[in-house]
């Protein structure tokens, strides 16, 4: 008699056959957590909603996460590490050469997804069906362009040599690319060390309650329990903070709840499900309170919505010149509009993660996959009360960002956890709990006065903007003053008047995300323009025409324009003959124009550095002081290198992290590009100045030091570089349905054209999720309203229409090469130019984000993924 032994399951994963345990949740616990295969990724787990974790069973593609791990019993599993080296490197390259990936996190789950396809169709897979089958993906970098044009090369067997970029203004193949495309490129979550622990995180069930009691006996009584922590386990700092150190890293007894994401006690066990069991037995008594979940109630309110703070108004950002009143007045058409922007999330592909790893000479190291590591490495040295010194930081290029991994998340906890159990500890937080806990994108409420005269040149304008900031203050205070600095777009206005105020509620926090305040501002500015445009006579091009700034021209807060801003005319041009060949057709078309700083600007000393070493086996070591996440940034590196120095490519390492003191802050404000391309460029000059002698640490800095803040002159150079775009968005007229997008983008000089254009494509597919389909509203407790992936209204690829990128280049004076950056401002314009465009088709003047939520954009969607997930 044979006995069926019920607590393993037995199947064959690239031709071997395995044993695992049979209580784990899914099989993608089971390959990443028992067999070290990590490959598929763990973006959402168990919603299966991105597609990352897809893996091939029996022939067909499954979505693991979703996939009972007993069904696995018997069959045939693969994920690309048991794919053959030819049609590895066969995908690899595809996706390289046509810089179908960016920070690469996706890409696996696709890269399989197309496989099952091309072994059923090969070269009579046409695009848009590849782009319906890509329903149960989500790819949050990209836009989908060159994820179609890599799998349409495979397709057809195109010839695809990813040879890498040489220097600058050459394209090819981003840094790691084809280590990327396969999933051999490990993420923090990736990552296994000996000894290694687990923590999860207890949140709090009340946005706004006094904690009472934590009892935490359940919990660490609970299996494979090593040790439960509270905010008395913090020695040094309690509260963190980019520039004010207002966030709790827990929340102690006696003190108050301020926000959903607030922690109370960190669970560290032997696994992963154990920690998170035992986090549930986390005992919490509150005494709870009224939440202040209204940003203009909460200005009125006598009550302090957060713990630690004295006032809910967290800035007050504002200026003026010339006389609004009488300018107003004296112009012959007016417009009064009040336009309502919602909060976002960033929903990057890899849920923030960290390891904690205890070093043997007693301090710390951390893999952090967080924007500004020296920043990191400052705050978790703070938290333990330690030197910082006793604690280094190493970036592992993370899986998108967008702003959303500036904050401190869980890297104090597991690093808590580590240093005080002296064993490595990892804390990678769910889908849910990253909704909760990271910052996201400002709703505001702008009010507009703006006049003009008969011709349409603007005369006046008078901006109030209201942001909801949430609890904590992040970098809030940074984006209402980045609001308030682009309030008049890229125009000339007489008289300005604006004031921008940030406000604390017990809401989600909102802090950094692409755009950075600038795409909310406009927004409302470009309505301004086409409803100015409409009283006049005249069409949304030429009302820009007749205002856009040039050189020597006042701008805004009164900075007065350098030679760089004649980019914003460039880009308006570019897309003119389209835009008039669009309404000659009777097409619904709009048009906006935008502009966005690159760099923090506003009076602060910026200051990067990098070091260049020669090794002796001719490798090429570059290190710089900016986080990779799928923007390109070590590329730029590698291409100056290459570009200066005349290396070979392959022979140039780039690495992040804190043994040498380079950073710079945040990789934030499209300056990482810059101000890493000067710095590396320096150290690169150094190098030959000296014979790139082997073994020598080459160091330059980079800097950035003649800007003033806004207010302190009257002509105040607030920022040293400005990107600007101009978009043109065609839509049906029936249907609203967007039917293309054209974009003309001034970067000033694109280090690497093909990877530069593949931002602006995925600027310009999160622009339009942003203009129609996205919002992560709050409830009346303060906890999000959404909580996985497909709820956020996302375009999938089916949905995002054709987006054609003409890249600008008008050099930006003082900057290295002329750059200006990319990042951010490609989609500062889009939401303009959809409301122009849906105004062109029915009439209606739209003022509130998102435009078409739950009716046409997104709306198939989620039951696309629900369809497509499981199986082709």
């Known amino acids: 008699m044979t006995v069926v032994d019920t607590d393993v399951v037995v199947f064959t994963l690239n031709g071997n056959e395995v044993t695992v345990s049979a209580d784990h949740p899914h099989l993608l616990s089971a390959l990443r957590e028992e067999l070290d295969v990590t490959s598929p990724k763990d973006g959402c787990s168990p919603s299966g909603q991105c597609g990352c974790c897809t893996v091939m069973i029996d022939g067909k593609v499954q979505v ?54 091309i072994d059923k169709k090969g070269a009579q897979l046409s695009r848009e069906d590849m782009s319906r089958h890509l329903g149960a993906h989500l790819c949050r970098c990209t836009g989908y362009v060159k994820i179609l044009d890599a799998i349409e090369a495979v397709a057809t067997g195109a010839a695809c040599e990813a040879v890498p970029s040489g220097g600058v203004g050459s394209s090819g193949p981003k840094y790691e690319a084809h280590r990327l495309a396969l999933g051999d490129r490990r993420y923090v979550d ?100 009224q939440p202040l979940t209204d940003a203009r109630a909460a200005l009125e309110s006598e009550e302090i919505a957060v713990w630690g703070t004295d006032s809910n108004v967290l800035s007050v950002t504002a200026y003026a010149r010339g006389d609004v009143d009488a300018a107003l007045a004296s112009s012959a058409h007016r417009v009064h509009e009040v336009f309502e922007t919602q909060r976002v999330e960033h929903a990057f592909l890899e849920p923030e993660s960290t390891l904690a790893v205890p070093r043997d000479d007693g301090g710390l190291h951390v893999y952090s996959g967080g924007q500004g590591v020296w920043d990191d490495r400052d705050q978790i040295a703070a938290c333990l009360g330690v030197d910082r010194d006793e604690v280094s930081v190493e970036l592992v290029s993370n899986g998108g960002a967008f702003g959303g991994k500036e904050d401190l998340s869980n890297q104090a906890h597991a690093a808590l956890a580590a240093w005080l159990l002296r064993r490595p500890v990892k804390c990678t937080l ?118 856009v700034i040039h050189p020597g021209d006042e701008w805004g807060p009164g900075q007065i324009m350098d030679d760089g801003c004649a980019g914003a005319e460039r880009c308006l041009e570019a897309l003119a003959e389209r835009y008039e060949s669009a309404r000659a057709e009777g097409k ?58 005349g290396v070979d490519p392959e022979k140039v390492v780039v690495r992040v992290d804190t043994t040498y003191e380079l950073g710079d802050g945040q990789t934030t404000g499209s300056r990482g590009t810059l101000m890493g391309a000067g710095a590396v460029r320096n150290a690169c000059l150094a190098a030959k100045a000296d014979g790139c002698r082997p073994g020598v640490d080459y160091v330059a800095d ?66 339009l999720g942003y203009a129609l389909s996205e919002d992560f509203p709050a409830d009346e407790r303060g906890f999000p309203t959404k909580s996985t992936l497909r709820s956020l209204g996302i375009l999938r690829a089916k949905d995002v229409p054709p987006i054609e990128v003409v890249l600008v280049e008008v050099p930006q004076p003082r900057a290295p090469y002329g750059i200006k950056g990319a990042g951010e401002i490609g989609l500062v314009p889009t939401a303009g130019a959809v409301a122009a465009a849906l105004h062109a088709a029915d009439g209606v003047w739209r003022s509130t984000l998102p435009m078409l939520a739950g009716r046409d954009a997104g709306r198939d969607a989620g039951r696309d993924a629900g369809r497509d997930a499981g199986m082709d």
């Open 64 to 117: 693991s996460c979703q996939y009972p791990v007993a069904k696995a019993a018997g069959r045939e599993v693969v994920t690309l590490e048991g794919l053959p080296d030819d049609e590895r490197t066969r995908y690899a390259s595809a996706f390289a050469a046509h810089g179908g990936l960016q920070c690469g996190f996706c890409i696996p789950g696709i890269v399989l997804r197309a496989k099952a396809q």
């Open 190 to 289: 990736d990552i296994r060390v000996q000894g290694m622990l687990h923590a999860a995180l207890r949140f709090t069930d009340h946005a706004r309650a006094d904690v009472v009691r934590i009892d935490t006996s359940a919990a660490a009584a609970a299996p494979g329990v090593v040790a439960v922590l509270t905010a008395a386990d913090v020695a040094g700092e309690l509260r963190v903070g980019i520039i004010e150190r207002d966030w709790p890293v827990m929340i102690p007894v006696g003190g108050r709840t301020s926000y959903a994401g607030d922690v109370l006690a960190v669970v560290v066990a032997e696994t992963r499900r154990q920690a998170r069991a035992a986090a549930e037995l986390v005992d919490v008594a509150y005494d709870v309170l």
């Open 430 to 547: 769910s889908r849910e709990e990253s909704f909760r806990m990271h910052a996201k994108r400002h709703p505001i409420r702008l009010e507009y006065w703006a006049g003009c005269d008969a011709e349409g040149h603007l005369l006046a304008l008078r901006a109030r903007m209201v942001g909801d900031s949430g609890a904590y203050a992040s970098v809030g205070m940074k984006v209402l003053e980045r609001a308030a600095g682009h309030a008049t777009g890229p125009y000339r206005v007489g008289a300005v008047d604006v004031e921008s105020v940030a406000v604390r509620t017990n809401n989600p926090v909102c802090g950094a995300f692409r755009g950075f305040g600038a795409n909310q501002a406009q927004f409302a500015m470009e309505g301004v323009m086409d409803r100015l445009a409409e009283q006049v006579g005249i069409s949304g091009l030429e009302m820009r025409r007749r205002n």
């Open 588 to 645: 619904a078309v709009g048009i906006a124009l935008g502009l966005k700083n690159s760099g923090l600007g506003n009076g602060a000393t910026e200051v990067t550095r990098a070091l260049v070493r020669f090794e002796p086996d001719g490798t090429v070591v570059v290190r710089h002081g900016w986080t990779e996440m799928g923007q390109g940034v070590h590329t730029v590196a590698r291409q100056v290198a290459v570009e200066e120095l």
């Open 702 to 767: 980079y800097r950035v030091d003649w800007t003033q803040h806004l207010g302190t002159a009257e002509h105040p150079v607030i920022h040293s570089a400005f990107g600007y775009a101009a978009q043109m968005v065609v839509v049906d007229p029936e249907t609203l349905a967007v039917e293309r997008v054209a974009a003309a983008h001034d970067v000033g000089r694109a280090v690497n054209p093909m990877l530069c254009t593949g931002q602006v494509e995925g600027a310009v597919h999160m622009g």
